[in-house]
């Protein structure tokens, strides 16, 4: 079954309850990453990344690539030998994402030319970023300005490489926002409504390209993340969405989805999905308990494993997808 979801004058039909990925893998072959996704989320594949065969394919790589003054090792590794040199206002490098952080991505578009059905593509969101670079030895006004710009090039090139590649394929792009675990720590450096911003600022920037939404893998301030404007939320179960219960029925009764993370990806499965249905089955009980619409949890629902693979090995990445 399957359910039309459109934003922004994009049309995205999403098929209710699929399966879908959080991006990395453990795979040491490119194709055999893909055909994994591929063939064990077929509804949703989404494009993996494959860290072991190249490092540059991290999360922080991937985003800092092509940015002016930025040094990119290539274990991955971020470096910013001169911050004078970093300029929010200089063009990022490789806009064709020809780079080596963009390899199985670019071969990935080339497997799902001519679908019909969507696909999903995640990158690394501003905050992030911008906590990376801080880190590296930019000031925080400097370096959020900097992966704002970048972030948001980034997406707009992605989605133009989709569309050179995979033309008319519908597509859900989903931006990897780590740095939000926890809410509003004072080590963020910014208040509420510059996250929002930030958050914003990325998803507009591809709006009406492509379903966007934000993913978080941790406890955070789902009302935060839901001002921003995401059209999909992905979280995982049990990261404290309760408390958000009413932010998250407004979403859905304004046609928002949810990928669910209700497979765990640090801790035991079992050999059957029981236990995983058992703890999504309770949250949205949590969930109806306090006030939200039971039939749109369900109709408006993806489900995913918590996090990416990439430090997982082959074996147990087939048994959280199976």
Known sequence: ?????????????????????????????????????????????????????????????????????????????????????????????DRELTGRPFTTWRLFLDQVAGRQDPIKLQLTCPLTLGLTLVAAGLGPEQAFAVAATAVATRAGDLLALADAKAPGVPR???????????????????????????????LAAVEGQALTGVHCCGPTDWRLVLQAGPQLLSLPVGADVTGSAGALGAFLERGGWVAWGAVSTDGPLG???????????????????????PVLLRR????????GLALHDEAQAEHVFA
Do not use: K, N, Y
């Open 172 to 202: 859900v792009l989903v931006f990897d926002e780590p740095g939000l675990v926890g809410g509003l720590r004072p080590d963020l450096l910014l208040g509420a409504d510059s996250v929002i911003d930030l958050l914003s600022g990325a």
């Open 300 to 307: 408006q629902a993806l489900v995913t494993p918590v996090c």
């Open 1 to 93: 079954m399957t359910t039309s979801a459109a934003f922004a004058g994009h049309d995205v039909t999403l098929p209710l309850g699929a399966p879908t990925s959080v991006g990395s893998l453990p795979h040491t072959d490119r194709m055999a990453a893909i055909r994994f996704v591929l063939e064990r989320t077929p509804e949703l594949p989404a494009a993996p990344t494959v860290p072991a065969v190249e490092p540059l394919e991290q999360m922080i790589p991937q985003a800092a690539w092509g940015t002016q003054g930025v040094a990119v090792a290539d274990d991955g590794t971020i470096s910013i030998p001169d911050p004078s040199l970093v300029d929010p206002a200089a063009p990022l490098a």
């Open 271 to 293: 050999e059957q999905p029981s236990r995983s249905w058992r703890q999504l089955s309770s949250q949205w009980c949590e969930l109806v308990q306090s006030g939200c619409d």
